[in-house]
C-alpha cells in the first residue's frame, strides 16, 4: 500500500523514494508469473484490492506528468526521468503478459518479435520457469494451491467484481439507484437484512451517502436502517463505546429530521441490548443527541466557546425519566468524547471529495487511499501514518480469518484477456503521448517495444478492439498521410509495423488494413521520390489504345526529371490529409510553398531507410499464414486495392499488382482454404471488372487472365467445382459489362485460356460456355464473331474434352450453340451452329448417354424375366440423360419458328434427322415428352389456328399475308414440316402410337387453314399417313381420323358465313362501268365512287375467300373418297356413319351456296368488274353430290348389309 501510496504522488513526490519504486516495479515486471498472479489474486477478488490496475493507472499519471497548472516540486530532468521510467515499467508489464502468453500458449519464436528473444532467452535461462522464480514468495501464505487453473472460475469471479464495483459507484452517485441495480443484477438480495448487510461490509462506499440513504422516510429505506441498527450487538457496551462502534460506519445526514430517525432506532436498540442501563429508551435517545452535539463542538476548530464539563451536566439534567444521571457517568462520557473524536474507520470525506473524479475512486483499497490526499500540507503525517498502519493490520487480520483466502496460480491463458481489458486504455495513451511528445531516441524506442508487445497480446488473444486500437495509433505516427511533417521517429513507427506484419500475422486480421495501407503509402511517397510518373498517367484515358498500355506496363521507370516535383501528384502529397482520408490533400486549400518541397524532399530521403526487399517481404510471407490469417490478409489487401483505384484524383495499381502476386504465392494452399481465398478475390475482380475507368478494369480483366492461365496449370480431378469457380468473373463481367472493350477483351482472355490448356480443363468449361453464350447475345458483331470462332474449333477439334470429367457440360455446349443460332449478324454463323448441334446429337448418342435398347423400332415383344433388371435400368439411364437431348431439341424446334427462311428449313431438317436417327434410343415415356415439348410447339401456330380473318373485314386481295415472312411458315416449309412429322410417326409408330391424336390435329389444322396451299399440304400430308400406315391403324384410331376431317370440313363453315354476310350490304357498280373508271374516280376525293371502290375491294376479297374455302371442301371429299376407296371394306358401321355425314354435310353446304341468288348475282357483277373468273359454286356442288352418291354406291355393292344397317 506505501508503494501505491508513493506511485499516486504526481506533484510534489519524493525523487527518491519514488525511483526506487519505480525501479521495484521493473524488476517486478520481469517476471511474468508474479503479475498474473497479482492481478488474479487481487483484481479478481471479490474483496481484494485492484493492485495490478491501480498500478498501471499510476504508471500513466506518473508517464503524463504534473496536471496543467499544478505546482510541482520536481525539476524538469527528474519529470522527465519519471516519464521515462513509468513508460518502461509499462512496456515491461506488457512484455511479461505476453512472455508468459507465449509459454502457455507454446507459441513458437518464430512468432514472437525478434527484439524480444535475446530478452525472453535471458530471462528463461536465469528463470526457466515462472512458477520456480516466484515460489519462495507463496511460502509468505498459508495455504497455496499452485493446481488452480479454472480460468472459467476466474471469468465468473472477474466479471463479478466488475459488476459490483459498477452498482457501488452508482450507488455513491444515488444511492437508492445503486441498490436497486445491486438487486437486479443479483449482487444483493432483496430483503432488507441483506441491503443492511451489505451497506454495513462492503468497502468502496460513500459514508456520507449510506447515512443519507438509511435516513431516508422511503419505507424500504426505513426497513433497511432497523435491519441495519439491529445487526449491531451493543451488549455489556458502555454508551459511549456504543455510539462510537455505531458511527463508525456511516456519517450522519446533516438533515434533523433523518438524524432523528437514525438515533431514535439506535436508542431503541441500545436499551434492548442493555435493558438496565436507563429507564427508557427517550433517556438513551436525549443522550446520544447530547453526545453527538459535544463530539461537534469540542473537535471543530470553528467552535470558539467550547463546551465545559459542567455544561454538558447541566445540558443532561431531568433526562432520565426525570431524574438526573449520575455526574460521575456523565464526567467520565464527557472525558472520553474530548479525549478521542468519535469518527469513521476511514474518516476522510473531504479527501473523497477532492478525488470524486480520480482515476482510483473505486479500485478496491478505499479505506487506505481515503486516508492518502493529493496535498501533503493537508495530511498529518504522524496521525495519517498511525492510521494507515493500523488500518493495514486490520486489514491483514480480517484477510487471514477467512477460510476461503488461498493463493491461486494460474496456467489457463484466458485470463490474459481480462488483464489487457484492465491495462490496455493506459498503456494505450502512455505510449501515444510520450510518442507524440518526444523526438527522444530512447524514449520513442520504448513505446514502439510497448505498442509491438501489445499488438501481439491483443492479436493472440483474438480482442479486436484493442488490437485494433494499437495498430491504428501506429499508423497514424507513421505521418505517411502527411509526409512533409515527418521525422525520424515517424521511419520508426513504419518499421515497427512492417516488423509486426511479419511476426503476428496469423492474428491480425481486420487490422491488415490499416497496415497494407501503410504499406500503400510509402510506395506511392517511393515513387514520387524517384520521380517516376504516377499510375493515374497510366490509367485515365478512355480508349481502347490506352488500356491496352496499361496492360503492358506492369512496371514502373525511374524516371528522375527535375521538374517531376512539380507536379499534382507531389503538391497533393505535400500538402498533406488526415490519415482516414482516402485522397491525400486533394481538398487541402492554399499553394504549397518553396519550403514545404524541400521538407518534403528531406523526408522522402528518410524513407531510403525501407527499401523494396522490406515491402515485398511482407507480401512474399503471406504463404506462410495460416488458413484463418490468409483470407484476412487478402480481405484487406482487396479493400486497399479498391480504395487506391477508385481514386477520383489518383488511382493507383499498387496494392492490384500485389494482389496478383499473393493468388501466386498461395495458389497451391489446399482446396478449402483456396476457395475461401478466391470467394473474396472473386468479388473483388468483378467489381473492379465493372469500373467505369475502362483502363483500371482492361488492367484488372488482364491480371485475371494471368491469374488464370497459371491456374490452369494445375490438375482438377473429378467432381470438383474450382475452376468453374475461378473463371466465373468472366462470367460476370461479361453480361454486366456495358463496354464493348472490356467485353472483346473477355473473349480474347477466355479464348487464349482455352485453347493454350484445353487438356486442363475441366469445370472451367461451364464458366467458358457461359462466356461464349453471352457473346453470342452480343450486340456488336465483331464479338460475336470473334466468340463464335473459338466456339467452332472447340467443337470441331476438342469436343471430347467437353463431357472428359462432367458430362452436364455438354448441355452447357448446347445452349451456347442455340444462342449462336439465333445471331442476327451473320447467317452462316446460324447455319454453322445448327450443324454442329446435330454433331453434338450424333455425339451424344455414340457415347451411349442415352441407351434403350428395347425402344428400337417394334417393341411388341415381352421381355424375358431376366431382361427386366437391364430394361428398368435402361429406363433410370434415359431419365438422367433426359437433361441432356431436350436442351438440344427444343433448341432446334424454336429455331424453326425463326424469321430466316434459311434458319427455320436448316433448323426443321436437322431436328427431324436427329429424331429419325437417334429415336430408337429413346424410351416410350421419353417420346412423350419429345411431342410435348419439341414437336408439337412447332405445329402450335397450325394446331390453334382460328377462323379470324373475317373479324375486321380489312383483309383484301392486296393485303398482307397472314403467313408472311417472319411469323409463319411459307408453302415449302410447311410442307417439308408436315411430310418430315407423318416419316418420323409412321418409323416409331409402335412407340409414339399414343400421339396419333395430336398428330392428326396437327393436319386437321393444316387443312381448316382458309388458304389453299397448306390445306393441300394437310391432306397430302394426312393420305401420307394413312397410306402408310394402313391396317396397322385400329378401328379407333380411324375413327379418330375421320372425326377429325368432320371436324375440319364443319369447323370453318361459321366463319365462312360470315365472310358471305359482308356482301349483304353491299352495292355493285352498274355492269356499264368499269373497274377502271372507278379506279379512276377515286383520284377526285372521297366521293360516292371511292365508297363503291371500297365495296369491290370487299368483294375481291369474299370471291378469293369463297374460291379458296370451295378448294379446301373439295380437297376434303378427295380424300375421304380415297381413303373410302382402301379401306371401306374393312370399316365398321360406326366410322362409315361418320363418312356420310361428312358427305351430307358438304353436299348440303354446297347445295345452301348455290341457292343464295343475290349473292350469287352480287359475286358475278363483282367478278365482270374485276375480270376475274367466277367461283365453281356449281362444280362445287356437282362435286359434292357425285362424290356422296359414289360413296352410296360403292357402300351397296361392296356391303350390302352394312348399306342396310
Not at 396437327?1002 to 397430302?1020: C, H, K, M, N, Y
Given at each position: 500500500?506505501?508503494?501505491?501510496?508513493?506511485?499516486?504522488?504526481?506533484?510534489?513526490?519524493s525523487?527518491l523514494?519514488?525511483?526506487?519504486?519505480?525501479?521495484f516495479?521493473e524488476?517486478?515486471?520481469?517476471?511474468?508469473?508474479?503479475?498474473?498472479?497479482?492481478?488474479?489474486?487481487?483484481?479478481?477478488?471479490?474483496?481484494?484490492?485492484?493492485?495490478?490496475?491501480r498500478?498501471v493507472?499510476?504508471?500513466?499519471k506518473?508517464?503524463?506528468?504534473?496536471?496543467?497548472?499544478?505546482?510541482?516540486?520536481?525539476?524538469?530532468?527528474?519529470?522527465?526521468?519519471?516519464?521515462h521510467?513509468?513508460?518502461?515499467?509499462?512496456v515491461?508489464?506488457?512484455?511479461s503478459?505476453?512472455?508468459?502468453?507465449?509459454?502457455?500458449?507454446r507459441?513458437?519464436?518464430?512468432?514472437?518479435?525478434?527484439?524480444?528473444?535475446?530478452?525472453?532467452?535471458k530471462?528463461?535461462?536465469?528463470?526457466?520457469?515462472?512458477?520456480d522464480?516466484?515460489?519462495?514468495?507463496y511460502?509468505?501464505h498459508?495455504?497455496?494451491?499452485?493446481?488452480?487453473?479454472?480460468?472459467?472460475?476466474?471469468?465468473?469471479?472477474?466479471?463479478?467484481?466488475?459488476?459490483?464495483?459498477?452498482?457501488?459507484?452508482?450507488?455513491?452517485?444515488?444511492?437508492s439507484?445503486?441498490?436497486?441495480?445491486?438487486?437486479n443484477?443479483?449482487?444483493i438480495?432483496?430483503?432488507?437484512e441483506?441491503?443492511?448487510?451489505f451497506l454495513?461490509t462492503t468497502?468502496?462506499?460513500?459514508?456520507t451517502?449510506?447515512g443519507?440513504y438509511?435516513?431516508?422516510?422511503?419505507?424500504?429505506?426505513?426497513?433497511v436502517?432497523?435491519?441495519?441498527?439491529d445487526?449491531?450487538?451493543?451488549?455489556?457496551?458502555?454508551?459511549?463505546?456504543?455510539?462510537?462502534?455505531f458511527?463508525?460506519?456511516?456519517?450522519l445526514?446533516?438533515e434533523?429530521?433523518?438524524i432523528?430517525r437514525?438515533?431514535?432506532?439506535?436508542?431503541?436498540?441500545?436499551?434492548?441490548?442493555?435493558?438496565?442501563?436507563?429507564?427508557?429508551?427517550?433517556?438513551?435517545?436525549v443522550?446520544a443527541?447530547?453526545?453527538?452535539?459535544?463530539?461537534?463542538d469540542?473537535h471543530?476548530?470553528?467552535?470558539?466557546?467550547?463546551m465545559?464539563?459542567?455544561?454538558?451536566?447541566?445540558?443532561?439534567?431531568?433526562?432520565?425519566?426525570?431524574?438526573?444521571l449520575?455526574e460521575?457517568?456523565?464526567?467520565?462520557?464527557?472525558?472520553?468524547?474530548v479525549?478521542?473524536?468519535?469518527?469513521?474507520?476511514?474518516?476522510?470525506?473531504?479527501?473523497?471529495?477532492?478525488?470524486?473524479?480520480?482515476?482510483?475512486?473505486?479500485?478496491?483499497?478505499?479505506g487506505?487511499?481515503?486516508?492518502?490526499?493529493?496535498?501533503?500540507?493537508?495530511?498529518?503525517?504522524?496521525?495519517?501514518?498511525?492510521?494507515?498502519?493500523?488500518?493495514?493490520?486490520?486489514?491483514?487480520?480480517?484477510?487471514?480469518?477467512k477460510?476461503?483466502s488461498v493463493?491461486?496460480?494460474?496456467?489457463?491463458?484466458?485470463?490474459l484477456?481480462?488483464?489487457?481489458?484492465?491495462?490496455?486504455?493506459?498503456?494505450?495513451a502512455?505510449?501515444?503521448m510520450?510518442?507524440?511528445q518526444?523526438?527522444?531516441?530512447?524514449?520513442?524506442?520504448?513505446c514502439?517495444?510497448?505498442?509491438r508487445?501489445?499488438v501481439h497480446?491483443?492479436?493472440?488473444?483474438g480482442?479486436?478492439?484493442q488490437r485494433?486500437a494499437?495498430?491504428?495509433?501506429?499508423?497514424?505516427?507513421?505521418?505517411?498521410?502527411?509526409?512533409?511533417d515527418?521525422?525520424?521517429?515517424?521511419?520508426?513507427?513504419?518499421?515497427?509495423?512492417?516488423?509486426?506484419?511479419?511476426?503476428?500475422?496469423?492474428?491480425?486480421?481486420e487490422?491488415?488494413?490499416?497496415?497494407?495501407?501503410?504499406?500503400s503509402?510509402?510506395?506511392?511517397l517511393q515513387?514520387?521520390?524517384?520521380?517516376?510518373p504516377?499510375?493515374?498517367?497510366f490509367l485515365?484515358?478512355?480508349?481502347?489504345?490506352a488500356g491496352?498500355?496499361v496492360l503492358?506496363?506492369?512496371?514502373?521507370?525511374?524516371?528522375k526529371?527535375?521538374?517531376?516535383?512539380q507536379?499534382p501528384?507531389?503538391?497533393?502529397?505535400?500538402?498533406?490529409?488526415?490519415?482516414?482520408s482516402?485522397?491525400?490533400?486533394?481538398?487541402s486549400p492554399?499553394?504549397?510553398?518553396?519550403?514545404?518541397i524541400?521538407?518534403?524532399?528531406?523526408?522522402?530521403?528518410?524513407?531510403?531507410?525501407?527499401?523494396?526487399?522490406?515491402?515485398?517481404?511482407?507480401?512474399?510471407?503471406?504463404?506462410?499464414?495460416?488458413?484463418?490469417?490468409?483470407?484476412?490478409?487478402?480481405?484487406a489487401?482487396c479493400?486497399?486495392?479498391?480504395a487506391e483505384?477508385?481514386?477520383?484524383?489518383?488511382?493507383?495499381?499498387?496494392?492490384?499488382?500485389?494482389?496478383v502476386?499473393?493468388?501466386?504465392?498461395?495458389?497451391n494452399?489446399?482446396?478449402?482454404?483456396w476457395?475461401?481465398?478466391?470467394?473474396?478475390?472473386?468479388?473483388?475482380?468483378?467489381?473492379?471488372?465493372?469500373?467505369?475507368?475502362?483502363?483500371?478494369?482492361i488492367?484488372?480483366?488482364d491480371?485475371?487472365?494471368?491469374?488464370?492461365?497459371?491456374?490452369?496449370?494445375?490438375?482438377?480431378?473429378?467432381n470438383?467445382?474450382?475452376?468453374?469457380?475461378?473463371?466465373?468473373?468472366?462470367?460476370i463481367?461479361?453480361?454486366?459489362?456495358?463496354?464493348t472493350?472490356?467485353?472483346?477483351?473477355?473473349?480474347?482472355c477466355v479464348?487464349?485460356?482455352?485453347?493454350?490448356?484445353?487438356?486442363?480443363?475441366k469445370?472451367?468449361?461451364?464458366?467458358?460456355?457461359?462466356v461464349?453464350?453471352?457473346?453470342?447475345a452480343?450486340?456488336?458483331?465483331?464479338?460475336?464473331?470473334?466468340?463464335?470462332?473459338t466456339?467452332?474449333k472447340?467443337?470441331?477439334?476438342?469436343?471430347?474434352?467437353?463431357?472428359e470429367t462432367?458430362?452436364?457440360?455438354?448441355?452447357?455446349?448446347?445452349?451456347?450453340l442455340?444462342?449462336?443460332t439465333?445471331?442476327?449478324?451473320n447467317?452462316?454463323?446460324?447455319?454453322?451452329?445448327i450443324a454442329?448441334?446435330?454433331?453434338?446429337?450424333?455425339?451424344?448418342?455414340?457415347?451411349?448417354?442415352?441407351?434403350n435398347?428395347?425402344?428400337?423400332?417394334?417393341?411388341?415383344?415381352?421381355?424375358?424375366?431376366n431382361?427386366?433388371?437391364?430394361?428398368?435400368q435402361?429406363?433410370?439411364?434415359?431419365?438422367d440423360?433426359a437433361?441432356f437431348?431436350?436442351?438440344?431439341?427444343?433448341?432446334?424446334?424454336?429455331?424453326?419458328?425463326?424469321?430466316?427462311?434459311a434458319?427455320?428449313?436448316?433448323?426443321?431438317e436437322?431436328?427431324?434427322?436427329?429424331?429419325n436417327?437417334h429415336?430408337h434410343?429413346?424410351?416410350?415415356?421419353?417420346w412423350?415428352?419429345v411431342?410435348?415439348?419439341?414437336?408439337?410447339?412447332?405445329?402450335s401456330?397450325v394446331?390453334?389456328?382460328?377462323?379470324n380473318?373475317?373479324e375486321?373485314?380489312?383483309?383484301?386481295?392486296t393485303?398482307?399475308?397472314?403467313?408472311h415472312?417472319?411469323?409463319?411458315?411459307d408453302?415449302?416449309?410447311?410442307?417439308?414440316?408436315?411430310?418430315?412429322?407423318?416419316?418420323l410417326?409412321?418409323?416409331?409408330?409402335?412407340?409414339?402410337?399414343?400421339?396419333?391424336?395430336?398428330?392428326?390435329?396437327?393436319l386437321?389444322?393444316?387443312i381448316?387453314?382458309p388458304?389453299?396451299g397448306p390445306?393441300?399440304?394437310?391432306?397430302?400430308?394426312?393420305?401420307r399417313?394413312?397410306?402408310?400406315?394402313?391396317?396397322r391403324?385400329?378401328?379407333?384410331?380411324?375413327?379418330?381420323?375421320?372425326?377429325?376431317l368432320k371436324e375440319a370440313?364443319?369447323s370453318?363453315?361459321?366463319?365462312f358465313?360470315?365472310v358471305?354476310?359482308?356482301?349483304?350490304?353491299?352495292?355493285?357498280?352498274?355492269?356499264?362501268?368499269?373497274?377502271?373508271?372507278?379506279?379512276?374516280s377515286?383520284?377526285h376525293?372521297?366521293?360516292?365512287?371511292?365508297l363503291?371502290?371500297?365495296?369491290?375491294?370487299?368483294a375481291?376479297?369474299v370471291?378469293?375467300r369463297?374460291?379458296?374455302?370451295?378448294?379446301?371442301?373439295?380437297?376434303i371429299?378427295?380424300?375421304?373418297?380415297?381413303?373410302?376407296?382402301?379401306?371401306?371394306?374393312f370399316?365398321?358401321?360406326?366410322?362409315?356413319g361418320?363418312?356420310?355425314?361428312?358427305?351430307?354435310?358438304?353436299?348440303?353446304?354446297s347445295?345452301?351456296l348455290n341457292?343464295q341468288?343475290?349473292?350469287l348475282?352480287?359475286?358475278?357483277?363483282?367478278?365482270?368488274i374485276?375480270?376475274?373468273?367466277?367461283p365453281?359454286?356449281?362444280?362445287?356442288?356437282?362435286?359434292?353430290?357425285?362424290?356422296?352418291?359414289?360413296?352410296?354406291?360403292d357402300l351397296?355393292?361392296?356391303?350390302?348389309?352394312?348399306?342396310?344397317?
Amino acid at each position: 500500500m506505501l508503494i501505491l501510496r508513493v506511485l499516486e504522488n504526481v506533484n510534489q513526490p519524493s525523487f527518491l523514494q519514488k525511483m526506487i519504486v519505480l525501479n521495484f516495479l521493473e524488476k517486478i515486471a520481469q517476471d511474468s508469473q508474479i503479475i498474473v498472479d497479482v492481478f488474479v489474486n487481487y483484481d479478481c477478488d471479490v474483496d481484494a484490492p485492484n493492485i495490478c490496475e491501480r498500478i498501471v493507472n499510476g504508471l500513466l499519471k506518473t508517464a503524463l506528468g504534473p496536471p496543467p497548472g499544478s505546482t510541482t516540486t520536481l525539476s524538469s530532468a527528474q519529470d522527465i526521468t519519471f516519464r521515462h521510467e513509468s513508460v518502461k515499467c509499462l512496456v515491461g508489464i506488457i512484455k511479461s503478459m505476453g512472455a508468459w502468453m507465449d509459454q502457455q500458449l507454446r507459441i513458437g519464436e518464430s512468432n514472437v518479435p525478434k527484439s524480444l528473444e535475446s530478452d525472453a532467452s535471458k530471462e528463461n535461462h536465469s528463470n526457466p520457469s515462472g512458477e520456480d522464480a516466484s515460489s519462495p514468495d507463496y511460502d509468505l501464505h498459508a495455504e497455496v494451491n499452485s493446481e488452480m487453473s479454472d480460468a472459467a472460475g476466474l471469468e465468473q469471479r472477474r466479471a463479478y467484481k466488475i459488476e459490483l464495483q459498477k452498482g457501488i459507484s452508482l450507488f455513491n452517485r444515488k444511492p437508492s439507484k445503486g441498490v436497486e441495480f445491486l438487486i437486479n443484477t443479483k449482487k444483493i438480495g432483496g430483503s432488507p437484512e441483506e441491503v443492511a448487510a451489505f451497506l454495513k461490509t462492503t468497502t468502496g462506499l460513500n459514508e456520507t451517502l449510506i447515512g443519507d440513504y438509511l435516513g431516508e422516510r422511503d419505507e424500504f429505506c426505513l426497513r433497511v436502517m432497523h435491519a441495519y441498527i439491529d445487526s449491531f450487538n451493543f451488549k455489556a457496551m458502555d454508551f459511549g463505546e456504543g455510539i462510537r462502534f455505531f458511527l463508525r460506519g456511516f456519517r450522519l445526514p446533516g438533515e434533523a429530521q433523518k438524524i432523528d430517525r437514525i438515533m431514535e432506532k439506535f436508542a431503541e436498540r441500545y436499551c434492548k441490548c442493555n435493558p438496565n442501563s436507563f429507564t427508557s429508551a427517550d433517556t438513551a435517545y436525549v443522550l446520544a443527541y447530547s453526545v453527538i452535539m459535544l463530539n461537534t463542538d469540542a473537535h471543530n476548530s470553528m467552535v470558539k466557546d467550547k463546551m465545559t464539563k459542567a455544561d454538558f451536566i447541566r445540558n443532561n439534567r431531568g433526562i432520565n425519566d426525570g431524574q438526573d444521571l449520575p455526574e460521575e457517568y456523565l464526567g467520565t462520557l464527557y472525558d472520553q468524547i474530548v479525549k478521542n473524536e468519535i469518527k469513521m474507520n476511514a474518516d476522510s470525506s473531504a479527501a473523497q471529495s477532492k478525488q470524486a473524479n480520480s482515476l482510483n475512486k473505486l479500485l478496491g483499497l478505499d479505506g487506505i487511499l481515503n486516508l492518502v490526499t493529493w496535498k501533503q500540507t493537508e495530511e498529518k503525517p504522524l496521525g495519517a501514518n498511525g492510521h494507515l498502519i493500523r488500518h493495514i493490520q486490520e486489514q491483514f487480520k480480517a484477510k487471514s480469518g477467512k477460510s476461503e483466502s488461498v493463493f491461486h496460480t494460474v496456467t489457463n491463458a484466458a485470463i490474459l484477456r481480462f488483464m489487457v481489458e484492465v491495462c490496455w486504455g493506459p498503456m494505450l495513451a502512455a505510449f501515444s503521448m510520450t510518442l507524440d511528445q518526444s523526438d527522444d531516441k530512447l524514449a520513442t524506442s520504448q513505446c514502439l517495444q510497448g505498442f509491438r508487445y501489445a499488438v501481439h497480446v491483443t492479436a493472440v488473444m483474438g480482442m479486436q478492439t484493442q488490437r485494433d486500437a494499437f495498430v491504428t495509433s501506429m499508423a497514424k505516427f507513421t505521418y505517411l498521410h502527411n509526409a512533409a511533417d515527418m521525422k525520424q521517429k515517424n521511419v520508426d513507427v513504419v518499421k515497427a509495423i512492417i516488423s509486426i506484419a511479419i511476426e503476428d500475422g496469423n492474428y491480425l486480421k481486420e487490422a491488415w488494413e490499416h497496415i497494407l495501407t501503410c504499406l500503400s503509402r510509402i510506395e506511392h511517397l517511393q515513387l514520387l521520390g524517384e520521380g517516376a510518373p504516377p499510375d493515374a498517367s497510366f490509367l485515365t484515358a478512355s480508349n481502347v489504345e490506352a488500356g491496352e498500355k496499361v496492360l503492358k506496363s506492369m512496371g514502373y521507370p525511374s524516371l528522375k526529371k527535375k521538374g517531376t516535383l512539380q507536379n499534382p501528384a507531389v503538391m497533393a502529397v505535400v500538402r498533406g490529409g488526415s490519415y482516414d482520408s482516402t485522397t491525400v490533400g486533394v481538398n487541402s486549400p492554399g499553394p504549397v510553398t518553396a519550403e514545404q518541397i524541400n521538407q518534403f524532399i528531406l523526408n522522402l530521403n528518410l524513407l531510403d531507410q525501407i527499401g523494396n526487399f522490406e515491402l515485398n517481404h511482407v507480401f512474399a510471407n503471406s504463404q506462410r499464414l495460416n488458413s484463418e490469417a490468409i483470407v484476412a490478409f487478402v480481405k484487406a489487401l482487396c479493400k486497399v486495392s479498391m480504395a487506391e483505384l477508385q481514386s477520383p484524383t489518383d488511382p493507383r495499381v499498387f496494392s492490384l499488382t500485389k494482389l496478383v502476386e499473393i493468388t501466386h504465392y498461395n495458389m497451391n494452399r489446399i482446396r478449402l482454404v483456396w476457395s475461401r481465398i478466391w470467394n473474396v478475390l472473386s468479388d473483388f475482380f468483378v467489381s473492379v471488372g465493372l469500373s467505369e475507368n475502362l483502363s483500371v478494369a482492361i488492367f484488372v480483366m488482364d491480371s485475371l487472365r494471368q491469374l488464370a492461365m497459371r491456374f490452369l496449370e494445375r490438375e482438377e480431378l473429378a467432381n470438383y467445382n474450382f475452376q468453374n469457380e475461378f473463371l466465373r468473373p468472366f462470367v460476370i463481367v461479361m453480361q454486366k459489362s456495358s463496354s464493348t472493350e472490356i467485353r472483346e477483351l473477355i473473349v480474347r482472355c477466355v479464348s487464349q485460356m482455352v485453347l493454350s490448356r484445353v487438356n486442363n480443363v475441366k469445370s472451367g468449361w461451364k464458366s467458358v460456355f457461359m462466356v461464349f453464350t453471352a457473346a453470342a447475345a452480343d450486340e456488336r458483331k465483331n464479338i460475336v464473331l470473334l466468340a463464335f470462332e473459338t466456339m467452332e474449333k472447340i467443337v470441331r477439334e476438342y469436343f471430347p474434352y467437353i463431357t472428359e470429367t462432367e458430362t452436364t457440360t455438354f448441355t452447357d455446349c448446347v445452349r451456347c450453340l442455340t444462342t449462336f443460332t439465333n445471331s442476327r449478324f451473320n447467317s452462316d454463323v446460324s447455319l454453322n451452329a445448327i450443324a454442329f448441334l446435330r454433331f453434338c446429337a450424333v455425339k451424344l448418342a455414340d457415347g451411349g448417354l442415352v441407351g434403350n435398347e428395347n425402344s428400337r423400332a417394334d417393341d411388341s415383344s415381352t421381355p424375358m424375366v431376366n431382361e427386366v433388371a437391364s430394361d428398368m435400368q435402361a429406363i433410370i439411364e434415359k431419365d438422367d440423360h433426359a437433361s441432356f437431348w431436350i436442351p438440344l431439341l427444343t433448341g432446334l424446334s424454336r429455331l424453326t419458328s425463326d424469321p430466316r427462311s434459311a434458319i427455320r428449313k436448316s433448323a426443321l431438317e436437322v431436328l427431324f434427322n436427329i429424331l429419325n436417327d437417334h429415336g430408337h434410343l429413346f424410351s416410350r415415356s421419353f417420346w412423350i415428352d419429345v411431342f410435348n415439348c419439341v414437336i408439337l410447339p412447332i405445329f402450335s401456330n397450325v394446331r390453334d389456328k382460328k377462323d379470324n380473318f373475317i373479324e375486321d373485314g380489312q383483309h383484301s386481295p392486296t393485303s398482307p399475308s397472314p403467313h408472311h415472312e417472319g411469323s409463319a411458315w411459307d408453302p415449302d416449309t410447311s410442307a417439308v414440316a408436315a411430310q418430315c412429322l407423318v416419316d418420323l410417326f409412321v418409323s416409331f409408330f409402335n412407340i409414339v402410337r399414343s400421339q396419333l391424336s395430336s398428330l392428326v390435329s396437327v393436319l386437321t389444322g393444316f387443312i381448316r387453314s382458309p388458304i389453299q396451299g397448306p390445306a393441300s399440304t394437310g391432306v397430302a400430308a394426312l393420305l401420307r399417313l394413312a397410306g402408310q400406315l394402313g391396317s396397322r391403324l385400329s378401328e379407333a384410331e380411324w375413327r379418330e381420323i375421320f372425326l377429325a376431317l368432320k371436324e375440319a370440313a364443319t369447323s370453318t363453315l361459321p366463319g365462312f358465313v360470315k365472310v358471305l354476310r359482308s356482301m349483304d350490304d353491299i352495292e355493285m357498280p352498274n355492269s356499264s362501268e368499269s373497274y377502271a373508271d372507278v379506279d379512276i374516280s377515286s383520284d377526285h376525293g372521297f366521293t360516292y365512287k371511292d365508297l363503291e371502290d371500297a365495296n369491290l375491294h370487299t368483294a375481291a376479297y369474299v370471291v378469293s375467300r369463297v374460291k379458296s374455302h370451295i378448294a379446301v371442301q373439295l380437297l376434303i371429299i378427295q380424300v375421304v373418297n380415297d381413303l373410302c376407296k382402301a379401306r371401306l371394306r374393312f370399316l365398321s358401321a360406326a366410322n362409315v356413319g361418320i363418312l356420310l355425314d361428312i358427305f351430307s354435310s358438304i353436299a348440303s353446304h354446297s347445295h345452301q351456296l348455290n341457292s343464295q341468288i343475290i349473292l350469287l348475282k352480287k359475286l358475278e357483277k363483282a367478278c365482270s368488274i374485276l375480270e376475274l373468273s367466277d367461283p365453281p359454286m356449281v362444280h362445287f356442288e356437282n362435286e359434292s353430290y357425285q362424290n356422296y352418291l359414289n360413296f352410296l354406291h360403292d357402300l351397296l355393292v361392296d356391303n350390302p348389309s352394312m348399306s342396310r344397317r
